[in-house]
């Protein structure tokens, strides 16, 4: 090494510790988080967090655990959990390419159910996200083994019953959303006083 690089190296060392800064080798830095920008870096310990921070949310909106449980298939960088749907959608698939999807509700899933056992309904997904978000380095949704074009979204991402023997139970309390607030009964009018009785003397004889 020549005494210019070494005094370089000297200076860069100095600055780095008068200013209290960790530098670390341009290649680490590489290598951790490509240039896709800092919000799709794979980084799973803030992912477990912000997953929890999530599914947290979701089921205080009234969604059963079988749902929120979607959440752990989203990729581990932070702009593919924090830009996921905050709703649940639920589409019906009838064959031949032909679907339609709704905000998830335990009725529309009874629906779905009560169609497929009719022969109406090929199949339904329940769905959070409908194409996988890439973090740095991960293939796109397209690419992906589990993408069905046809049906326009990644498979592995969703819920899929396509047979009757597997559809699950939605009627439990814990499977519906939090009912509307019941309207306040109205007050009942107070019962009109009723005249007291007459008393009556105890043998006495009445007043002249």
Request: charged share 35%; with cysteine.
């Amino acid at each position: 090494m020549s005494r210019k690089r070494t005094a370089s190296a000297t200076l860069l060392m100095i600055g780095a510790l008068g200013l209290g800064v960790a530098v670390a080798p341009a290649s680490s830095l590489a290598k951790s988080c490509p240039p896709c920008g800092p919000r799709y870096c794979v980084d799973k310990d803030a992912a477990k967090k912000l997953k929890a921070k999530k599914k947290a949310g979701l089921a205080k909106q009234g969604y059963p655990k079988r749902l929120t449980e979607l959440v752990d298939r989203l990729s581990d960088c932070v702009a593919c959990i924090e830009d996921a749907p905050d709703a649940f959608h639920i589409q019906f698939n009838f064959g031949g390419g032909a679907y339609e999807a709704k905000e998830w509700t335990p009725e529309l899933e009874k629906q779905a159910q009560d169609m497929m056992r009719k022969g109406k309904v090929k199949s339904y997904y329940i769905i959070l996200a409908r194409k996988a978000c890439s973090c740095c380095d991960e293939k796109k949704y397209w690419e992906r083994d589990d993408w069905d074009p046809e049906l326009g979204l990644n498979k592995k991402l969703a819920l899929c019953y396509r047979h009757v023997s597997q559809l699950p139970n939605v009627g439990g309390v814990s499977d519906k959303k939090p009912a509307k607030d019941k309207k306040p009964a109205k007050d009942k009018k107070p019962a009109k006083d009723k005249k007291p009785a007459k008393d009556k003397r105890n043998g006495d004889a009445p007043e002249r």
